[in-house]
């Protein structure tokens, strides 16, 4: 990344630019590096997937580019995050009120829980548009009706008066996305957004945002940790893991050329069902070896090397982000032999003899 942070999101292309944000949480287990260098950008009407595992730092990213980190126990100790010319970082909170629910919005991770139960549905929304927006009160509400139809919710003149508990949890969600939509945001922050969701009620969602994103010409930084929903809705994507972006780069150069062992061993853990199997193979599927570590159990150097079958004594220092090709960056310390099926393993095997190549991974792009 460009250490010139205010002059790039100036630009006309890019709306957000966050450069090496760290995000540390004090305990009494010690400093957690929950976010440890942190860096991507997403330029106007586009969408950046973040993307990794449970646990890999993506919903702290969202919440500090909020300013919404508890503190105590969490802290942004280093970074930039540029909106507009504007490092966030240096704003005071009362500046940052202006700016949450208005031109940067977003659609928390759990709706059963983000509402209020004891307050309807279009009291929540009208109280959202009256604290961002110059109107009278039945103006509003009319503008919450409006929202809450352009959402898809039927007989919104009548769901507007309804409680959480009556609507179900698709409902729930298109209500909360009609709160963040409200303000019409130049940026929406959308956290896991079709969650326990069944799977028509997430096409339609998904549908949903594309088609309002079309309309108003906002950007949305989307997280989740499905690949088939970046592959669906997103324009770029960067692969976190450990508090830390391993893999970033446009949707169709990730997922044809995937250079980062975590995230080939992301796609190789995707089922098929052409084959029958993952990824051209037909035994059970592809499980990455062990689990995220804690962040107070984090490794020197590359923090996935303790699950990489690449792994050597090189890769306890730190890898450099490396450009392999116009906006395409890895930070491993082997991403060419390892994209080009060359690297040995371990066990002394290479990535050619049975393993899955990157070339095997890739899922179907649909843009």
Known sequence: MANDSNKTSASDDVILK????????FTDDGVLPSVDGVSFEIKRGRTLGLVGESGSGKS????????????????????EINFQGTDLTKLTEAQMRKIRG??????FQEPMTSLNP???????????ILLHQDMEYAEARAYAIDMLAKVGIPAP????????????GGMKQRVMIAMALSSKPQLLIADEPTTALDVTIQAQILELLKSLQAEVGMSILFITHDLGVVAETCDDVAVMYAGRIVEYGDVFTVFEKPAHPYTIGLFNSLPTIETGGTRGREDRLYVIPGMVPRPQDFPTGCRFRTRCKYATEKCAELPPTRELEPGHR?????ADEVRAGTKATTD??????????????SAEVSR
């Open 18 to 25: 966050v450069d090496g944000l760290k995000t540390y949480f």
């Open 60 to 79: 702290v990213t969202s919440l500090s580019v909020l300013r919404l980190i508890p503190q105590p126990p969490g802290k942004i100790v280093d970074g």
């Open 102 to 107: 208005n031109d940067i919005s977003m659609i």
């Open 118 to 128: 004891v307050y309807t549905v279009g009291n929540q929304i009208i109280e959202a």
């Open 157 to 168: 003149e009548q769901r507007i008066d309804e409680y959480p508990h009556q609507m179900s």
């Open 330 to 334: 890895v930070a491993c310390w082997y």
């Open 348 to 361: 002394g095997a290479s990535a050619a003899d049975g393993s899955v190549l990157p070339d095997e991974t």
